[in-house]
């Protein structure tokens, strides 16, 4: 089993940043097959979305809206994803959520998912 802990979210004003951390433990054998890992967001009422993905070598995907201002990274010797986002706005606010896939796409073929860490962004 895999159990993934997110860390960092909070209260920030518009314009503002934050950086979450989200990092695997667990089975050692298990860890060593994700590929895949990254985060999604939901805001209360909507449909869960992709944020960002980055693959073991380093690929790395957006949605176009965060483009620009968040960056996703990792690192693989503590089984550790980053977000960093920066430039927030109110439109961010949501419980964002760390996946792991054994696939190159966490966040649309999860095997692991974290609890959530929310995200507030005042105006």
């Known amino acids: 089993q895999v159990q993934l802990v997110e860390s960092g979210g909070g209260l920030v004003q518009a314009g503002g940043s934050l950086r979450l951390s989200c990092a695997a433990s667990?089975?050692?054998?298990?860890?060593?097959?994700?590929?895949?890992m990254g985060w999604a967001r939901q805001a209360p009422g909507k449909q869960r979305e992709m944020v960002a993905d980055i693959t073991k070598d380093g690929s790395t995907n957006y949605a176009d809206s965060v483009k620009g201002r968040f960056t996703i990274s990792r690192d693989n010797a503590k089984s550790t994803v980053y977000l960093q986002m920066n430039s927030l706005k109110p439109d961010d606010t949501a419980v964002y959520y760390c996946?792991?896939?054994?696939?190159?796409?966490?966040?649309?073929?999860?095997?692991?998912w974290g609890q959530g860490t929310q995200v507030t962004v005042s105006s």
């Open positions: 996946a792991a896939a054994r696939s190159v796409t966490a966040t649309t073929s999860a095997d692991y």
């Open positions: 667990g089975s050692i054998f298990k860890i060593f097959n994700i590929n895949g």
